[in-house]
């Protein structure tokens, strides 16, 4: 029962299986080898962009920064909701990456940017007005922070309000995956289509060791990202690694079945939870995320049967009242088992 | 017959065998699993020094610039070969991840830092004048650029110069395995005991798929170092594949055993053109990598033959005399084989 | 009638003196002048701080930007209100001088840090987690950029707050005369006795060319601040410059005298305002600016008769309802003329 | 007798006249100043660039790395000689200001950059190579800091090799006037028309109190440059005070006449010292500096008389050989007196 995040479980054995056979012999470095090759055209096919630039790194941070540096100058600010990853958890690398841009922070629920805020955010910052930084990106969570998933008519929305602001959109798609199958919409109706300008496409939190793909649409910034990827360290000389695992999650549509059993997994636990007067739902449960609020007790219950999983935002105190709501996050991921949500419920109904 | 670098082969089977081991169940994220625990017990038990912090990363620009980051503030200088990786082959990484420090290139023979030069050119870094950039750190690099290793004696000599000029030293030991076998030291005596505050501690260009340690003495940086690099976005949150790497790689004597295998092969091929007048040795062969001058009908020979390496230190005109002598660098790696090496000297012996 | 800015109007004629009689012969540069000498042991005593270092700069965002970059390290973060200068008038400056650090915004009436909106926002920032970004410093603005000015038992329980978090205090005091000269304080109450660790102590605003003084109470930093502004290219050569009106603004008590007078001014602008039923007071007016909702008929007098001012906190519709309420800013320095003032206060009570 | 250097004199009389003439009434601010609009007329006027836009700054290295800053992007270097200013005395503000940049040291005789060395740097620096930095920009300093001037063949040679190369070149002129003079031509010859694109056009070492401006050719960099000025803390409110300097610096070729008198002054210098058998000139006198080898027992007489210079590159041991030859710089300014040669000249030849 172990629910702390899609990252706490082991890569799928097929992207394995890839990396192992990607072993053999002698091939180029930094990019150029021929499975890199074959993992660019595919990505082009599935966004149905052939013009797509595609570059491949280790974390969803690095994809985050440097798709934004591109994006960016430094007197420029980032718009973003107030829980983004690159607000919380990213330690200041977007300011570092983009040589110390701002990032405005704006409300709205479930992790979701309200339209309006963005749009009052944007014409509010002025585009000649050399005393104040101006308009830089928008930059979108999908799945947001909170486990919700914006409709295509809500990006489309955001995306028109940056684009008559004058400023491209970058997606955060750490779980790309987990959102596209939960809108049952192609990757280019959820990006390019919709207004997206550049796009992290998460692996690490869907079955890959650690790759995530930067899809630039407008290959004008190609030798730019370039740069910057290698300024910050992060071009891998043995490439064949990252591409051999983005080439495993794209064969055979194993990334949206993966997304998809990890998805089905929190629908099972969701509903396991459902119908209890003593659980709370925070946020919907649009993809592979359970926001849900229990008493103590039954977090004491589930602690004592060996359940790991975050109290979120932060921990309780130690002690407090047996019925006090205390809020948790519950992360599913591709190799969570059905066996684990029925345990997981079975310990909340029987303490409940 | 590949012999254009250390990075073009793949990783040993036994490090593979490691990451799919790993690769089960749920683990915690961002370097706190356990398999980190034993490496980092693991490596201070190597390099002798119970207090020295030790951390993973994904390449070894990202080990050099991060390390140097936490000795040299933006308005010093880095003492460098001219030569070095981080001036020549980072795309500015150091400055970018230093906020701008400088690099002071040395000259020197065989990629080493000429102790003389150094000597004065730290003596002439002022250190109370506001307007010239400030000491900062020294940078070795052990196998150099060039092929060699620095002696003992050597390495001594020039962290001793640093010492007393008030600086730390840094250690890209991209190849270090293959600089401590040809020592026959310990690494201990190679950094620690020499004076050398910092190694970047390579393990991609000997059989690894993609991780370097940074080793720092002074675990007062340990702090730094770690918002460094997640501010760096160089933190995995997979961590447990960066471990595991390193865990097989240290276990048994591997790095040891696949450094020597990869020196022995570049002995056997400098000793299988030693004795041709046609072949021109730029560099002592101390390690795993030649520089040699050939003939371009030798060349041609080799390339019709399938060989590839690089022509060093660019590529010369496409057409030329026949006799005209062209340099280029050859690396061996684990993973060259005896066969190769035979083949190659065959059609060089051949040719000649 | 001109109320843009306190840096609309002249500096005064015993700066411009002072200037002149300083520009004769020989004179040590970069800030070793016998005049710089002088205004230090001034400072020094002005702040009943012997050990403090000053240093002089020409611009206010460079004295606030140089003495945070001093105070907040890259990956953490400046607390300060959601209107100060350094968030809204600086072009980032502040993070491109930190090398990256966030700005964390807080609410707060007038301008002033809510103080249990400083505690939580602190509280919640982390101190020992890497993902997020640390606790910086916190950046109190005195003038407020609304006008107001902190008592001085505000500004203590701030500054207690700040170290009970663990970080120092930086006082943006651009009009730092007008709100001592408001309290009736000492500069020490105002700054190192209530918790402060560094001010830009300002001159520019208060009848000076352009100069500012940085005041670090902890003389540890002093070097490290000397290689920021050298750096950031805010060493002066004829540094004379800075000094003698430096020098000419502590003689005599001239800078609070000034300060008196424009503060003198607002209070006289807000008593002929006061009581006119279509003025609307948007912020107390405890120095020298005031933030005034007037009918669009008074403005559109005002403009026919000529006076300068901003509509605040943005130019508003070219065309409204003669009884529409739109803010301004007026802000009186230390040249603005009773005159000036009952002229205008004639124009409006003719309008209204 | 005072040489340290043009800028430890006094401004002009008529600056600080104009400065204080300026000092009347309110006026915009930030650069919006009426005179500005003059001063911008005028440049454009002297440098026959009806297009180019003018900003100033008040020091050396700002109008330097400002200027720099638009012209290399950060992963690229900048080409100069290894004795320039934004090299030895700017304290690392290019690499700030660039967010990194290189700079690659070249060499060549009295501070001017050798043409043969220039070209094959930038041949070998790739344009299309990742791991690399590429080409970013030259940068010129005339007068040299070896006091020598480029002829117009030099600095068009100069300017074809860096145009060839495909990058932009910069003239740091903080002795721009003295250059000119030297050299009997039109601003336009000695850069627009050589092939120059951003000047740093001095004027605090010719007289006034602290004003550069920033010349661009290219009017597509002017926004870029406002936002990096206002980031970097240049952004003068009370701009009028650099206005008006620059205003009067421009009137009546006082600009011209002040760097006639300067070089004169150093020219009547070398001509007292040409023919003494104790004094060896180390560079040409072209302009207003003179690099000079003298005794030490004339050093030591030019001491007790009062002298004030520096030691070139840096002090020699405190005692040694009366005949010990060592080296100093002398720098001449407008102020410089025919006494102060004449009186400097005595006290050697006595010596001597």
């Known amino acids: 029962m172990w629910f702390t995040s899609d990252n706490a479980g082991p890569a799928h054995p097929s992207v394995l299986d890839a990396v ?35 570059f491949l790194v280790a974390t969803g941070t690095a994809a985050n920064v440097l798709a934004l540096a591109c994006l960016c100058p430094p007197w420029a600010t980032v718009y973003c909701h107030e829980v983004a990853h690159i607000e919380e958890d990213e330690c200041g690398a977007p300011e570092f990456y983009t040589g110390g841009a701002k990032l405005s922070l704006l409300p709205g629920l479930d992790g979701k940017i309200d339209a309006a805020a963005l749009a009052a955010k944007i014409e509010s910052t002025p585009t000649d007005f050399v005393h104040h930084v101006g308009r830089g990106a928008l930059s979108l969570t999908q799945v947001t922070e909170r486990g919700a998933v914006y409709s295509l008519d809500e990006l489309r929305a955001l995306c028109a309000i940056a684009k008559s602001g004058g400023i491209p959109v970058h997606l955060d798609g750490a779980r790309f995956a987990n959102a596209l199958v939960s809108l049952g919409c192609s990757p280019a109706e959820m990006t390019l289509k919709a207004g997206v300008d550049a796009v992290s496409f998460g692996g690490t939190k869907n079955g890959l060791m650690g790759v995530e793909a930067v899809v630039l649409f407008d290959p004008s910034k190609a030798w730019e990202f370039e740069r910057r990827r290698k300024r910050g360290a992060h071009l891998f000389s043995k490439h064949r690694y990252l591409s051999a695992q983005m080439q495993a999650y794209l064969a055979d549509d194993l990334w949206l079945t993966m997304a998809r059993d990890a998805n089905a997994r929190a629908r099972r636990l969701a509903d396991g939870l459902r119908d209890l007067p003593e659980a709370d739902f925070l946020h919907p449960v649009d993809a592979n995320m359970l926001f849900v609020a229990l008493p103590r007790r039954i977090h004491d219950a589930l602690h004592a049967a060996g359940a790991h999983y975050y109290f979120w935002p932060g921990d309780p105190a130690p002690e407090g009242p047996a019925d006090e709501m205390l809020a948790c996050r519950l992360v599913c991921g591709w190799s969570t088992t059905e066996a684990e949500i029925d345990a997981f419920v079975g310990v909340v109904r029987d303490a409940a």
Do not use: C, H, N, Q
């Open 20 to 54: 192992t056979r990607a072993s053999t012999g002698y091939m180029s470095s930094y990019g150029s080898d021929p499975i890199m090759a074959d993992v660019r055209a595919r990505m082009r096919e599935i966004f149905e962009a052939p013009e797509a630039e595609i």
